[in-house]
């Protein structure tokens, strides 16, 4: 099976911030996939070419090579609707997107560019209601998964910390940060905005596997920010920030509803990947993916959090036993290759 793969490269463009998410998880992913042979158009050529050129690029490409599937993960609007259009109508290739943040762009992106493409694939379950309601047919659903050639217990004798979390600062996060260290618990934070800054992501695989619990945080954003608010008047063109004013009605109709979604964050399979114990809020599905109690730990509300934690920081035998399992449930169960042959099977390619 032959595939164009096009995603950023590095993390919203910037080299310094080294490998992007889609990048480690889906062109590996893809590029390992038995029998597939795979092509790559990183969207961080168009900062050399512009985006014209670059889509000029893609379709020949597709029209040359004939692939089997054009498989996009866009930040923005890299690649064009003419472009999407034109590889539908004068090529063999099907098209499919895949949509990260449907709960918060649903209404303001993702149901605007879902026509352009023969299939699209959403991960959260409230946005693939709103797709069928919408009368989409061409809508899959699916979930993040983990890339267990990089995500995966560390080899290395490492020093065990006690209670981690990586992401980036928001005041929710903050208020359970301090609720934990107000109760005595050690806790150690890597992401923007914090003072420890960022971690690279071997640091953070090895993060995952050496601490004792893992935090994924998932509760919904419910503060008001600059940065949020600039969101109502404003999105992304590929690396640049552009006006969108005209945009402002279905701007804030995202904006009001994908703040109250709790997601399944891709964090929730990465850490048991790498061995390590999981506490995370519920989110609508996750049930679906792992056993409660069992398989990971999950909070209902953050004033419990300091709690659970203190539980399972003393129960050490239980709180293994419960790594252990999760860590099986994820490489059985949720690994790319497993979602990918999902998807492939659904579109009908074959190998």
Not at 57 to 68: G, H, I, M, R, T
Not at 78 to 105: G, N, P
Not at 152 to 166: C, G, M, Q
Not at 232 to 241: C, P, Q
Request: aromatic share 16%.
């Amino acid at each position: 099976m032959r595939i164009i793969y096009t995603g950023i490269q590095y993390s919203f463009y910037k080299k310094e911030a080294g490998l992007s998410f889609e990048h480690n998880n889906f062109y590996l992913s893809l590029k390992d996939f038995p029998g597939v042979e795979i092509k790559y158009f990183p969207f961080d050529r168009i900062l050399e070419v512009g985006k014209k050129k670059f889509n000029e690029e893609l379709f020949e490409a597709a029209k040359s090579w004939q692939p089997d599937l054009l498989f996009v993960f866009m930040l923005t609007d890299e690649v064009s609707k003419e472009t999407l259009s034109k590889i539908r109508r004068e090529t063999q290739t099907k098209t499919l997107a895949w949509f990260s943040d449907d709960t918060w762009r649903f209404w303001s992106y993702s149901k605007h560019w879902a026509p352009f493409f023969d299939w699209v694939v959403t991960v959260y379950d409230e946005p693939f209601e709103w797709y069928q309601k919408l009368g989409f047919k061409n809508v899959i659903k699916s979930c993040w998964a983990a890339n267990t050639k990089l995500y995966k217990p560390s080899a290395d004798e490492l020093p065990t910390t006690d209670v981690s979390l990586v992401g980036s600062w928001n005041k929710g996060r903050k208020r359970v940060i301090d609720a934990l260290r107000k109760a005595g618990v050690k806790v150690s934070v890597y992401g923007a905005g914090w003072g420890e800054g960022r971690i690279s992501e071997e640091g953070m695989i090895k993060l995952f596997g050496s601490s004792k619990i893992n935090l994924g945080l998932n509760q919904p954003n419910m503060d008001y920010s600059a940065k949020s608010l600039g969101k109502l008047f404003f999105r992304r063109s590929v690396h640049r920030i552009v006006p969108d004013f005209w945009h402002f009605p279905r701007n804030l109709h995202s904006f009001l509803v994908g703040r109250k979604i709790s997601q399944i964050k891709a964090r929730v399979f990465e850490i048991p990947a790498c061995g390590g114990f999981l506490l995370t809020g519920h989110a609508k599905g996750l049930e679906r993916y792992y056993e409660t109690g069992k398989e990971i730990a999950v909070y209902k509300n953050e004033e419990e959090i300091p709690e659970i934690v203190k539980y399972y920081l003393v129960h050490e035998e239980e709180r293994k036993k419960i790594a252990r399992a999760g860590y099986e449930r994820t490489i059985r169960d949720h690994v790319y290759e497993k979602r990918f042959d999902e998807i492939f099977s659904k579109i009908g390619l074959k190998f």
